[in-house]
């Protein structure tokens, strides 16, 4: 049985996230990403992506597109309704199927490693622990390797978007399946262990409570 297979509260709410995930916010793995929330910035980053890629929280797999032709993907997400898209997708982008997995970050069933690069944009806002979710990412990543990430962030402290976020945060996290608006999560990441971490905050424009976002990438 998959997680969140069964027809109780848990199942029902993936399910209904994922429908309208799919049907209103995703991609849908369209190449041009103009116009798109932060498609510009997230294009260029991805094509830095090397090897064998290992993307977290990778939903219905609408950044596979953007993957140099040459990588090796696997795809990891804890939603199967969402993660069922992927395999489709490539198909019809005619590139190598991906290795699809359902599981979350903080436990990543992956070797030591095994990785060249680690992907994660718009995930660590809604993994439960945020510190176990980037320790497997740098165990997973072979030394050297390259975890790139897009991530939305909380707004600085005593401004009137970041009391906009604390007031939204729990109606958000219920309708976005654990989302959260108040992580600092440039911090987590600099708190990692990596080797070294490049990263830069911008605005996304609409809706506010977005802004700012992070981008950037680090090195096992
Ligand atoms: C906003 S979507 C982003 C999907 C994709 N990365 C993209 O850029 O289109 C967030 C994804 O994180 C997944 N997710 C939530 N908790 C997670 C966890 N603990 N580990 C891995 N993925 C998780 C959700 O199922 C969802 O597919």
Redesign the pocket.
């Known amino acids: 049985m998959v997680p969140g297979g069964r027809w109780n509260v848990r199942g029902l709410r993936k399910r209904l996230f994922a429908w309208l995930?799919y049907t209103c916010l995703?991609d849908k793995g369209q190449p041009n990403l103009k116009g798109t929330l932060t498609g510009e910035i997230r294009a260029p980053l991805l094509a830095r992506a090397d090897g064998s890629v290992l993307?977290?929280?990778?939903?219905d797999g609408?950044?596979l597109p953007l993957y140099p032709a040459k990588t090796q993907i696997t795809l990891?997400?804890?939603?199967v309704y969402?993660l069922r898209h992927a395999v489709p997708l490539a198909a019809g982008l005619r590139r190598a199927l991906p290795t699809c997995v359902v599981g979350?970050?903080?436990y990543l069933p992956c070797p030591d490693a095994s990785f060249d690069t680690v992907v994660a944009?718009?995930?660590l806002c809604?993994?439960?622990d945020q510190t176990a979710?980037l320790a497997e990412v740098r165990r997973v990543l072979r030394p050297g390797g390259l975890f790139l990430f897009l991530e939305h962030v909380a707004a600085p402290a005593g401004t009137v978007n970041r009391c906009a976020q604390q007031v939204l945060n729990p109606g958000w996290r219920m309708i976005g399946?654990?989302?959260q608006l108040t992580r600092d999560t440039g911090a987590s990441i600099q708190a990692a262990g990596f080797a070294t971490v490049e990263q830069h905050a911008f605005e996304v424009g609409f809706p506010p409570f977005l802004s700012p976002h992070i981008c950037g990438f680090a090195r096992r």
């Open positions: 995930y995703s993307e977290i929280g990778a939903g609408a950044n990891l997400d804890p939603n969402l979350v970050a903080e944009v718009h995930v809604s993994v439960q979710a399946d654990g989302c």
